[in-house]
């Protein structure tokens, strides 16, 4: 079974741009996670979705939004991109829910200029 | 979800079993451990998980002591492949379901 995949793998913005990230979780699950990684921060959740629904949120500005499609599908989005932006955002998918064992994807390292 | 402390980080001989210690001492009866495992700039690995007996699989055992307090996870013979931060993590499947990663353990196997 192939596992999370993301895309793009790398991506460089200018501040003040928007950038889309996508992630396609393992085959039948239907819950899809996002974290950013930060040397400074470490991991940090975002955001969880769930049949195309947000079920939970974590403590990041209303710039980041992110939604799930009927194939399980995700997207996140960062609009009015900042420096401190610039990190590893690595999406996790679950068979029923974010509360069972996630599995994640190798990330997209973003770089904000 | 408890809070973990694990050691920054350790240092282990290529073919010998790694030990990695993980404290828990606040965890709650519906508290299970998880490990994770991160290898430079890539995606967290799953390893393994568990409530109250000590779970194998292909990868590492993890030991979890009566009181439930602390664990162990062993990687029986590690390779150089295995240089990674691991990750312990208690979560209860009634909670949000977010994972809350601490700094980890940083592994390095030397030849």
């Known amino acids: 079974k192939a596992g999370v995949t993301q895309t793009p793998r790398y991506l460089i913005k200018t501040r003040g741009q928007q950038v889309t990230l996508s992630c396609s979780p393992i085959s039948g699950h239907r819950s899809v996670s996002w974290y950013q990684q930060t040397p400074g921060q470490g991991l940090q959740f975002l955001f969880e979705?769930?049949?195309?629904?947000?079920?939970n949120k974590g403590n990041f500005p209303g710039r980041f939004s992110g939604r799930q499609f009927s194939n399980s599908r995700s997207e996140m989005n960062v609009s009015t991109l900042e420096l401190g932006d610039s990190a590893l955002y690595l999406c996790?998918?679950?068979?029923?829910?974010?509360?069972?064992?996630?599995?994640f994807g190798p990330g997209t390292r973003l770089l904000v200029l | 979800d408890a809070k973990t402390t694990q050691p920054p980080s350790m240092d282990c001989a290529e073919g010998r079993a790694a030990n990695l210690p993980c404290n828990h001492s606040t965890i709650s009866g519906n508290e299970y451990v998880y490990w994770y495992r991160q290898i430079h700039s890539q995606g967290p690995q799953y390893i393994i998980h568990?409530?109250?007996n000590n779970e194998t699989n292909e990868m590492a055992s993890l030991i979890i002591t009566e009181d439930r307090k602390s664990s162990t996870l062993i990687l029986p013979h590690a390779t150089l492949r295995d240089t990674a931060v691991y990750y312990c993590?208690?979560?209860?499947?009634?909670?949000?379901?977010?994972?809350?990663f601490g700094k980890g353990t940083k592994l390095s196997v030397k030849p």
């Open positions: 993590i208690v979560r209860a499947l009634e909670s949000q379901g977010n994972l809350i």
């Open positions: 568990g409530l109250k």
């Open positions: 996790a998918s679950s068979l029923r829910g974010a509360r069972e064992t996630q599995y």
């Open positions: 979705y769930f049949s195309e629904t947000q079920r």
